[in-house]
C-alpha cells in the first residue's frame, strides 16, 4: 500500500515571482541581513528587517519535494498551493492567473506520473461566474483531484449564499474541497505579549479555530443541507470539529432562536456530516487528537499529511528526518493500536481510493 501526503504545500516560481513584485501581504521581500523573507501571515508584516521567515528551496522547488518525499518513504503527494492562494488578486487578473497556476500543477504532477497529484486553485476575487468555469475547467485537468480553500469565501466567509452554485459545480465535478485556514483569529486575542511568543499562538490556535468556525458556519446554514454530496477535507485534523462537535450540535438544539425560525427539526446533525461529508487529514502531531478524528468521522475518513514545507527542524539540515513528520506518523501508529490494515487505510489506502489516485 503507497504512502501518501494529502496536506502538502508548494509556492510554485510563478506564484513567487508574483510576491516578489509586491510590497504589501502577501509578499517576498529581500532583507538586506537576512535574505530573502517570506511575509504571509497579518501577524507578520512588522517593519523587523528579519519579518517573515526564510524562504528555502524546499518552499517552491520541486526537486526537494521530491527528495523530501523518498526521504521520508511517501510514495504519492497531493499537491497544493500554499496560503493566502489567490485570495489578494485584483479581480481582473484573478481567472487568468488561477488558470495558468493550475495548468503550471498539472504539467508538474504529468512530469511524475502517479507520484503527483494536485487540488487546484480558485480565483475567489473574480466573479461567480469565472469561478465556477475554473471548477469546471480543473476538473478535466488529469492530475487534478480537488480545490483548496480557505476561509474568506468571496469576501464575507464560507456561509455565504452566493457560493451556491460554486458548492454545486464541485459536488456534480466529484471535486473534493481541502478547506483551509489562513486568516487565524484578530491579533488582539492574543494579548499585548504575543511577540514574545513567535507564531505559537496563530499557529497551534487561530489556525485551527479558523476552521472549525468555518465549517460550523457552513454547517449552520444549511450548506450540508442542500449539497449532500459536498466532500470537505478538513486540514489539521479538523482544527477542533471533532473536540466540539457534541457542544455545537448541543447548542443547536438549545437555541430558541433557530428553534423559532424552525431551522431546528429537517436539519441534518453534525455527527451525520461528520461521517458523510467530511473527511480529516492526519496532521495534529498526538494521539488524542487523532482518535477524536477517529471517534467521529472513522479511520476510512482519515489521510495522512505533512504539512510540507512548513514545520521544518529548526536547525540548519533540512535532510535529516522531519520531526514534524515523525509525530504524525507516530500518532497515526499509536491512535489505532498499531492495526496494520487500518494504518496502511490512513497512511495512503484511504487517499488512493478517496482521490483516485490509482
Ligand atoms: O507556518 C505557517 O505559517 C504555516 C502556514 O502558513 N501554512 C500552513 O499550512 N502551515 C503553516
Known amino acids: 500500500m503507497p504512502t501518501v501526503d494529502v496536506h502538502t504545500h508548494l509556492y510554485p516560481p510563478l506564484y513567487t515571482s508574483l510576491l516578489r513584485s509586491r510590497t504589501t501581504v502577501p509578499y517576498i521581500f529581500p532583507s538586506p541581513t537576512a535574505g530573502d523573507r517570506l511575509v504571509i501571515l497579518p501577524g507578520e508584516d512588522t517593519s523587523s528587517p528579519t519579518r517573515g521567515r526564510p524562504i528555502a528551496p524546499s518552499y517552491h522547488s520541486i526537486s526537494h519535494k521530491l ?4 526521504r ?24 487568468s492567473v488561477a488558470r495558468e497556476v493550475n495548468d503550471d500543477m498539472d504539467a508538474t504532477c504529468g512530469q511524475h506520473p502517479g507520484k503527483l497529484f494536485f487540488f487546484a486553485t480558485l480565483p475567489l476575487s473574480a466573479s461567480v461566474e469565472e469561478i465556477v468555469a475554473e471548477t469546471r475547467r480543473v476538473a478535466r485537468l488529469k492530475y487534478c483531484r480537488g ?28 471535486l473534493v474541497v481541502f478547506l483551509h485556514p489562513h486568516y487565524g483569529l484578530p491579533g488582539e486575542v492574543y ?9 505559537v499562538l496563530p499557529l497551534a490556535l487561530g489556525f485551527p479555530l479558523e476552521t472549525t468556525i468555518a465549517v460550523t458556519r457552513m454547517l449552520l446554514s444549511g450548506v450540508f443541507e442542500r449539497f449532500e454530496r459536498l466532500q470537505v477535507l478538513l486540514a489539521h485534523s479538523g482544527g477542533t470539529l471533532p473536540f466540539l462537535a457534541g457542544r455545537i450540535e448541543s447548542c443547536i438544539l438549545h437555541d430558541g432562536h433557530l428553534s423559532k425560525e424552525g431551522k431546528i427539526e429537517g436539519r441534518r446533525k453534525v455527527w451525520d456530516v461528520l461521517r458523510k461529508n467530511i473527511y480529516l487529514d492526519a496532521v495534529i502531531y498526538g494521539e488524542p487528537g487523532l482518535k477524536a478524528a477517529i471517534d467521529v468521522s472513522g479511520s476510512d475518513r482519515l489521510m495522512f499529511g505533512t504539512d510540507h514545507p512548513f514545520f521544518p527542524p529548526l536547525g540548519e539540515d533540512e535532510d535529516e528526518e522531519w520531526l514534524s513528520v515523525k509525530l504524525n506518523s507516530q500518532a497515526v501508529q499509536s491512535a ?19 482521490l483516485r489516485l490509482s
Open 72 to 95: 521520508h518513504g511517501i510514495d504519492i503527494s497531493v499537491l497544493s498551493l500554499a496560503n493566502p492562494w489567490l485570495d489578494w488578486l485584483p479581480p481582473a487578473e484573478a481567472g
Open 147 to 174: 480545490v483548496i480553500l480557505g476561509t474568506s469565501g468571496l469576501g464575507n466567509g464560507l456561509d455565504d449564499a452566493r457560493l451556491d452554485g460554486v458548492w454545486q459545480a464541485l459536488a456534480e465535478e466529484n
Open 191 to 199: 494579548g499585548p505579549r504575543a511577540g514574545e511568543y513567535g507564531h
Open 336 to 354: 489505532l493500536g498499531g492495526d496494520k490494515a487500518h494504518v496502511e487505510a490512513v497512511m495512503g489506502g484511504n487517499a488512493v481510493k478517496i
Open 67 to 70: 527528495s523530501f518525499m523518498s
